[in-house]
């Protein structure tokens, strides 16, 4: 099994930035890609980014490109989720999940573990 807890969600206003964190712990090794997600009320959860952790390799969905940056410590079994430039329609709780399998994909079906979401609210 593997546990992940999200922290760093918040207040904040349009154009400021915050740095979610998300620490692994328990088979960690067993992993092998990480992903952040986000939901809104009455939506899917919509994939944010992605990284693996043996060699970095990232990955964003168009709306984030340029704004947000995913990074991982090996050491701390931790990945981060820099987001600058809020948007008000950035507002969502953000999830951190686990992948096992080596499989490319921007769904969130395939993922194994997943955290318990942390919100973030953008005011205009």
């Known amino acids: 099994q593997v546990q992940l807890v999200e922290s760093g969600g918040g207040l904040v206003q349009a154009g400021a930035s915050l740095r979610l964190s998300c620490a692994a712990s328990?088979?960690?090794?067993?992993?092998?890609?990480m992903g952040w997600f986000r939901q809104v009320p009455g939506k899917e959860r919509e994939f944010v980014a992605r990284?693996?952790?043996?060699?970095?390799?990232?990955a964003y969905t168009d709306s984030v490109k340029g704004r947000f940056t995913i990074s991982r410590d090996n050491v701390k079994n931790t990945v981060y989720l820099q987001m600058n430039s809020l948007k008000p329609e950035d507002t969502a709780v953000y999830y951190c999940?686990?992948?096992?399998?080596?499989?490319?994909?921007?769904?969130?079906?395939?993922?194994?573990?997943w955290g318990q979401g942390t919100q973030v609210t953008v005011s205009s």
């Open positions: 999940a686990a992948i096992q399998s080596r499989l490319i994909t921007t769904s969130a079906y395939p993922y194994d573990y």
């Open positions: 328990g088979r960690t090794f067993s992993t092998y890609a």
């Open positions: 990284i693996t952790w043996s060699d970095g390799i990232t």
